[in-house]
């Protein structure tokens, strides 16, 4: 019986202990990964796909750094993630006067 409340004490403590962190430290950086690949995949897409410029030209148009975010290209979509694809975003080329659209 005492083995099963320590453990439930334990169990409450890592739960607090999680809730805390994704609160405080988590979250924004799940925020950020979402705002890093949507922009990326869209800015890529456009740089490929109309401007029609190679990967390693689109990437130098970045200021910050993208050594975190994975672009993946198909024949008309650019698909950047991170965090081994839990975070992702997909733009593809939508026609010639539209360019390159986000797809949900």
């Known amino acids: ?16 202990a999680g809730g805390f962190a994704w609160q405080f430290f988590l979250k924004d950086q799940v925020a950020y990964a979402r705002i890093a690949t949507a922009y990326g995949a869209k800015m890529v897409c456009s740089c490929r796909f109309v401007a029609e410029r190679p990967m390693e030209s689109c990437l130098t148009d970045f200021t ?3 050594s975190q975010i994975t672009f993946d290209e198909t024949a008309d979509s650019v698909r950047a993630s991170v965090l081994g694809g839990v975070v992702s975003s997909e733009a593809r080329k939508t026609g010639p006067e539209t360019g390159c659209t986000l797809v949900e």
């Not at 019986?1 to 607090?16: D, H, N, Q, T």
């Open 1 to 16: 019986m005492k083995r099963v409340k320590a453990f439930a004490v334990v169990l409450m403590v890592l739960g607090v």
């Open 64 to 66: 910050v750094d993208i």
